[in-house]
């Protein structure tokens, strides 16, 4: 009895987090092209890898040089018993080079390894002037997970192999993912607070355009759109209230190929907006979120606007009742594979 309950949960709860698949298939019948698609992700990877590392020596060379004190984070403390300036050279050319060598031999753990170490070191190094810098991070915690990729790179992979690489990627995705839910919760908790004590917050009408305000005061900046949303506060409410509801739910889209293009996408318009509004530049998020979710493994090759819809985290189940589903998005009768039927849904 309360394995059975157990049992319909766990059911509920997967059907919940993967919403409806748009374009039902066999188990495993897009292994082989979700794999070619994780081996290329990964090979991008290094050689933007390379990319930031390579841009990285000139720009840690020139704060070495212009430092005149250092408050070395615990990864890379023992460099206050050498002479800092040359170390840091050697620590951020090794970096660059150790990119290289994964880019090349991407299937070879000992590279991924070393790459991700040596990117711990210099990510440690630009944060070591009293202040956090987040440039770096996600890119540091996506180096990490690769490195439990399957070791060795086979002609003809297994489909031990195949799987395991797809699940580390996914993993990866998640973790993403996770750090703007987590932004997202951060949001909307200060948010509720604010609601609660009658003050201007994240879902007053005039929250961001305070925030703005604030930040140009602080700064000194002006910002390119700043004033135009400070100015239509209508126009920006729903905007940021929408980009609350893109953050908060973000870990649901790991478990839903179908709108990983889609968020990929809508992440990308949050950071070219902090650049318009604030001027935060994270060129990295914009190479990762590319890589992994517009790019994604196990991005569909079809959509439908209402395979999308109703797989949206916390409308989708409503949507679900109110759209019928159509007879191209039926569950398959025949041994597993879809029919290929006319739908008249709008493809996008």
Same mark, same amino acid.
């Given at each position: 009895? %309360?394995?059975?309950?157990?049992?319909?949960?766990?059911?509920?709860?997967?059907?919940? /987090?993967?919403? +409806?698949?748009?374009?039902?298939?066999?188990?495993?019948?897009?292994?082989?092209?979700?794999?070619?698609?994780? *081996?290329?992700?990964?090979?991008?990877?290094?050689?933007?890898?390379?990319?930031?590392?390579?841009?990285?020596? !000139? +720009?840690?060379? *020139?704060?070495?040089?212009?430092?005149?004190?250092?408050?070395?984070?615990?990864?890379?403390? &023992?460099?206050?018993?050498?002479?800092?300036?040359?170390?840091? !050279?050697?620590? @951020? #050319? @090794?970096?660059?080079?150790?990119?290289?060598?994964?880019?090349?031999?991407?299937?070879?753990?000992?590279?991924? @390894?070393?790459?991700?170490?040596?990117?711990?070191?210099?990510?440690? %190094?630009?944060?070591?002037?009293?202040?956090?810098?987040?440039?770096?991070?996600?890119?540091?915690?996506?180096?990490?997970?690769? %490195?439990?990729?399957?070791?060795?790179?086979?002609?003809?992979?297994?489909?031990?192999?195949?799987?395991?690489? #797809?699940?580390?990627?996914?993993?990866?995705?998640?973790?993403?993912?996770?750090?703007?839910?987590?932004?997202?919760?951060?949001?909307?908790?200060?948010?509720?607070?604010?609601? @609660?004590?009658?003050?201007?917050?994240?879902?007053?009408?005039?929250?961001?355009?305070?925030?703005?305000?604030?930040? /140009?005061?602080?700064?000194?900046?002006?910002?390119?759109?700043?004033?135009?949303? %400070?100015?239509?506060?209508?126009?920006?409410?729903? /905007?940021?209230?929408?980009?609350?509801?893109?953050?908060?739910?973000?870990?649901?889209?790991?478990?839903?190929?179908?709108?990983?293009?889609? &968020? =990929?996408?809508?992440?990308?318009?949050?950071?070219?907006?902090?650049?318009?509004?604030?001027?935060?530049?994270?060129?990295?998020?914009?190479?990762?979120?590319?890589?992994?979710?517009?790019?994604?493994?196990?991005?569909? !090759?079809?959509?439908?606007?209402? =395979?999308?819809?109703?797989?949206?985290?916390?409308?989708?189940?409503?949507?679900?009742?109110?759209?019928? /589903?159509?007879?191209?998005?039926?569950?398959?009768?025949?041994?597993?594979?879809?029919?290929?039927?006319?739908?008249? !849904?709008?493809?996008?």
């Amino acid at each position: 009895m %309360i394995g059975a309950r157990l049992h319909r949960l766990t059911r509920g709860l997967r059907r919940d /987090m993967a919403g +409806e698949s748009p374009t039902p298939a066999a188990p495993f019948a897009r292994l082989n092209e979700s794999f070619s698609r994780a *081996r290329i992700l990964v090979k991008v990877f290094y050689l933007c890898s390379a990319y930031i590392s390579y841009l990285a020596l !000139d +720009e840690l060379h *020139r704060v070495a040089l212009q430092a005149e004190a250092w408050d070395f984070l615990w990864p890379v403390q &023992w460099l206050a018993r050498l002479q800092v300036r040359p170390a840091v !050279d050697c620590l @951020a #050319l @090794a970096c660059f080079l150790f990119g290289l060598l994964a880019f090349q031999f991407e299937g070879r753990r000992l590279f991924r @390894a070393l790459f991700a170490a040596s990117f711990l070191l210099v990510a440690a %190094i630009v944060n070591s002037f009293g202040g956090t810098n987040h440039l770096y991070h996600a890119w540091l915690w996506i180096a990490i997970g690769l %490195i439990f990729l399957p070791q060795g790179s086979a002609r003809q992979p297994s489909r031990l192999h195949k799987m395991s690489c #797809l699940t580390t990627i996914a993993a990866c995705q998640a973790l993403l993912l996770s750090f703007y839910s987590l932004a997202g919760l951060w949001k909307t908790l200060s948010g509720l607070a604010a609601l @609660a004590s009658g003050h201007v917050g994240n879902f007053s009408p005039g929250g961001l355009s305070a925030t703005l305000a604030d930040r /140009m005061l602080q700064t000194g900046t002006s910002p390119l759109l700043a004033n135009f949303v %400070i100015d239509h506060v209508w126009l920006a409410w729903p /905007m940021f209230v929408s980009l609350i509801y893109v953050q908060l739910f973000a870990i649901f889209v790991a478990f839903r190929p179908q709108l990983h293009v889609l &968020w =990929g996408y809508a992440l990308i318009s949050f950071h070219l907006g902090t650049w318009l509004l604030m001027e935060i530049v994270f060129p990295q998020h914009i190479l990762f979120l590319a890589l992994f979710f517009v790019l994604s493994p196990f991005r569909p !090759d079809r959509w439908t606007l209402r =395979g999308i819809l109703v797989s949206l985290p916390a409308f989708g189940p409503l949507l679900r009742r109110l759209l019928p /589903m159509t007879a191209a998005a039926a569950p398959c009768q025949n041994g597993g594979r879809p029919r290929i039927r006319a739908s008249s !849904d709008p493809a996008i």
